[in-house]
């Protein structure tokens, strides 16, 4: 099936700094969904984006689906950020929505 | 709110116990997937519902089962529990359950087998 790899594993900052965590895939993708996963445990999306560029607020995201990877940006982070961040995709020749999630990228931000 | 509702939110049980976890998808979605997050597997597929028929299966293991009713809600039925099956599942819906379809997650149910 496919693999998906998050870099890097874990990621402290400082408040107000800007970071960038990648999503790197090993075939093709039909679908690419960033999440947050807070300290409750909840699953937030973020971003849906097969390809391409989007941007909401303090967070964007690009995919280049022809070389297989995605970058999720944060700037001036806030301390209410932290979590873990998954990227999760649907291969290609998969029917259906199964989505494949990365191990994510655990993100603190300390005040 | 993504409009997914998972009840209970938190389950205590023993070991040899079943357990019933209830998710009713947002208005309007017609498939409903299971997720299972543990700290050894991380985050995986369990099954696909789609409009009360099963779509895909993953890694789901044979003492459990789930249903999607004609009202679209879903049921995971965990029988004769084990420890490792403590873990926190997801429920998630989307419109038709096609590939390229953005999936809306509820906010879980803590399960804890002791």
């Known amino acids: 099936g496919i693999q998906v790899e998050q870099s890097p594993p874990d990621l402290i900052l400082q408040e107000g700094a800007n970071s960038t965590l990648r999503c790197n895939f090993s075939?093709?993708?039909?679908?690419l969904q960033w999440f947050h996963q807070n300290p409750w445990g909840q699953l937030i999306n973020l971003f849906y984006?097969?390809?391409g560029t989007k941007q909401n607020g303090r967070l964007s995201a690009t995919t280049v689906a022809t070389e297989r990877y995605s970058l999720l940006y944060i700037s001036s982070s806030q301390t209410t950020d932290s979590g873990v961040y998954f990227c999760?995709?649907?291969?290609?020749?998969?029917?259906?929505?199964?989505?494949?999630f990365g191990e994510g990228t655990q993100l603190t931000v300390n005040p | 709110d993504s409009g997914v509702t998972q009840t209970p939110k938190h389950l205590i049980t023993a070991t040899g116990q079943r357990v019933t976890l209830r998710c009713s998808p947002r208005?309007?979605?017609?498939?409903v997937y299971w997720y299972q997050q543990s700290l050894d597997q991380g985050l995986q597929f369990l099954i696909q519902?789609?409009?009360?028929?099963?779509?895909a299966k993953g890694n789901i293991l044979e003492r459990f089962s789930a249903q999607q009713f004609p009202d679209l809600h879903s049921e995971l039925n965990l029988s004769s529990l084990e420890l490792g099956d403590s873990a926190l599942y997801f429920c998630?819906?989307?419109?038709?359950?096609?590939?390229?379809?953005?999936?809306?997650f509820g906010s879980g149910t803590q399960l804890s087998v002791l």
């Open positions: 998630a819906s989307s419109m038709g359950g096609w590939a390229n379809e953005k999936l809306f």
């Open positions: 075939d093709s993708v039909n679908n």
């Open positions: 984006i097969p390809s």
């Open positions: 999760a995709v649907v291969a290609g020749e998969t029917s259906g929505s199964r989505l494949t």
């Open positions: 208005s309007g979605d017609l498939s």
């Open positions: 519902y789609y409009n009360g028929e099963e779509r």
